[in-house]
């Protein structure tokens, strides 16, 4: 009887524990995790442009049309304090070209992940973004460069444009 009076006592000494009430956290003074959210938008940006390759036509170069679409999908998460993580996928999806001397056909190629933090929230954010161009034959492949300009909106939601495209043998 003793052995489980004191078993009893032990039981009851355990659940009712140190007599605190629970706690919770020490105040406001981290971050709010409920405020943040995160979105995925992908965007075709629609371009057509000329540039010279350097490259092409055995080293005399050549003026190639360059068009189709950038492919960019862009994951961002909102910090709920006006600033925003991005993490973007870009490539140069559907681009073909032809050399305007030679006739030579050019395929954009690849992909270019990038990631960008302390973005805030409707200002735009610049980024130089580089797409290889492989042309038929030997010695006509490039790079594409181009400013690719972002804006992240209040909803997560994101604008680009492309602008500057110069060219770089490769």
């Known amino acids: 009887m003793r052995c489980?009076?004191?078993?009893?006592t032990a039981l009851v000494l355990s659940a009712v524990g140190c007599g605190e009430e629970p706690t919770g956290p020490a105040g406001n003074d981290g971050p709010s995790l409920a405020a943040t959210s995160s979105t995925e938008s992908?965007?075709?940006?629609?371009?057509a442009v000329t540039r010279f390759d350097p490259c092409a036509n055995g080293g005399a170069g050549e003026d190639v049309f360059l068009s189709g679409s950038f492919h960019i999908v862009?994951?961002?998460t909102l910090d709920g304090s006006g600033g925003a993580?991005?993490?973007?996928?870009h490539n140069p999806q559907g681009i073909s070209g032809v050399g305007l001397t030679t006739g030579t056909a050019y395929q954009g190629v690849g992909g270019s992940p990038l990631e960008i933090f302390n973005v805030r929230v409707?200002?735009?954010?610049?980024?130089v973004r580089n797409q290889q161009i492989v042309g038929q034959g030997p010695g006509?492949?490039?790079?594409?460069?181009?400013?690719l300009h972002t804006t992240v909106l209040a909803d997560g939601t994101v604008t680009t444009f492309h602008d500057n495209f110069t060219t770089e043998c490769r």
């Open 122 to 127: 409707g200002e735009e954010h610049t980024s």
């Open 74 to 76: 862009f994951h961002v």
């Open 140 to 147: 006509n492949n490039f790079v594409l460069h181009e400013d």
């Open 85 to 89: 993580h991005v993490v973007e996928v």
């Open 42 to 47: 992908t965007i075709n940006d629609q371009f």
């Open 4 to 8: 489980s009076s004191l078993l009893a």
